[in-house]
T-cell receptor
Framework: DVKVTQSSRYLVKRTGEKVFLECVQD?????MFWYRQDPGLGLRLIYF???????EKGDIPEGYSVSREKKERFSLILESASTNQTSMYLC?????????????FGSGTRLTVV | QKEVEQNSGPLSVPEGAIASLNCTYS??????FFWYRQYSGKSPELIMS????GDKEDGRFTAQLNKASQYVSLLIRDSQPSDSATYLC???????????FGTGTRLTIIP
């Protein structure tokens, strides 16, 4: 089974801190994604990457950046954490089409910014 | 109009009955369709995928796709309390690697 591992299950950070969320997958997936999930708003795409050193903005990239130095690792960075970034963060990965098997999600990181 | 729409629910179904979840999408170029189940506080897990018109069955789950009408549905037969969760519909559009998700339907199975 593909495993997508997120480094922290729960995280509490202070306003203004720089926050790193790590995601590692073990199945050579080219595509990786970062979402946040909030009640009533569903899953919103922050950033995604089709391959190493490639990144694309999603629907809500403001206040975030990403890094993909190795194929298996995709990091989300909150440059200066704010309370409105309190959320559940989900990492996902998949093969590129036509190997169309959908996403595999990590277990999520629930981030609280105080 | 949202790209992928689902009724938010909650949808309550008696144990043993059939639960029917529906999803409509706006892009006629959509190619691939997925149903994810998400338990409270957990991440989504893939339960069904469907790519061509018609029905696809896997155990108690049946996915139905009608591209002409732009809807996809999920039927859960013999519903169990463990099926109580939020079900997310996701669509991949042609030429696009990312999935677009609906906001989910919360399903409650009543014992």
């Amino acid at each position: 089974d593909v495993k997508v591992t997120q480094s922290s299950r729960y995280l509490v950070k202070r306003t203004g801190e720089k926050v790193f969320l790590e995601c590692v997958q073990d199945m050579d997936h080219e595509n990786m994604f970062w979402y946040r999930q909030d009640p009533g708003l569903g899953l919103r795409l922050i950033y995604f990457s089709y391959d190493v050193k490639m990144k694309e903005k999603g629907d809500i990239p403001e206040g975030y950046s990403v890094s993909r130095e190795k194929k298996e690792r995709f990091s989300l960075i909150l440059e200066s954490a704010s309370t409105n970034q309190t959320s559940m963060y989900l990492c996902a990965s998949k093969y590129p089409s036509p190997r169309d098997y959908g996403y595999t999600f990590g277990s999520g990181t629930r981030l609280t910014v105080v | 109009q949202k790209e992928v729409e689902q009724n938010s629910g909650p949808l309550s179904v008696p144990e043993g009955a059939i639960a029917s979840l529906n999803c409509t999408y706006s892009d006629r170029g959509s190619q691939s369709f997925f149903w994810y189940r998400q338990y409270s506080g957990k991440s989504p897990e893939l339960i069904m995928s469907i790519y061509s018109n018609g029905d696809k069955e896997d155990g108690r789950f049946t996915a139905q796709l009608n591209k002409a009408s732009q809807y996809v549905s999920l039927l859960i037969r013999d519903s169990q309390p463990s099926d109580s969760a939020t079900y997310l519909c996701a669509v991949r559009n042609f030429g696009n690697e990312k999935l677009t998700f609906g906001t989910g339907t919360r399903l409650t199975i009543i014992p």
